[in-house]
Nanobody
Framework: QVQLVESGGGLVQAGGSLRLSCEAS????????MGWYRQVPGKQRELVAT???????NYGDSVKGRFTISRDNGKNTEYLQMNSLKSEDTAVYYC????????????WGQGTQVTVSS
């Protein structure tokens, strides 16, 4: 069973930065897409960013220009560098990993709280 371990959340002042990490345990299948999503109580989980196996990235409109997603394929790890944080970025952040194979396998991290104080 694949496990995802997230780290890096916490409390930061508005305008500050945080870096999230998510390491996936080994699988016999290679990782296809990696991503970050976030959720606040009472709202649907929303896309923050995704990165393909080839390095193509996609960002939610609210984080473009402030957040950067990256991955280290050798470590099965993805990162989310969050700069210029705003109070509206406060949420639980979840990493997501899609493994190849037929069918593909989709896994979620346990979530890490990010709180931005204004």
């Amino acid at each position: 069973q694949v496990q995802l371990v997230e780290s890096g959340g916490g409390l930061v002042q508005a305008g500050g930065s945080l870096r999230l990490s998510c390491e996936a345990s080994r699988s016999r299948f290679s990782i296809s897409r990696m991503g970050w999503y976030r959720q606040v109580p009472g709202k649907q989980r929303e896309l923050v960013a995704t990165i393909s196996s080839g390095g193509s990235t996609n960002y939610g409109d609210s984080v473009k220009g402030r957040f950067t997603i990256s991955r280290d394929n050798g470590k099965n790890t993805e990162y989310l560098q969050m700069n210029s944080l705003k109070s509206e970025d406060t949420a639980v952040y979840y990493c997501n990993v899609l493994f190849g194979g037929s069918p593909t396998s989709d896994y979620w991290g346990q979530g890490t709280q990010v709180t931005v104080s204004s």
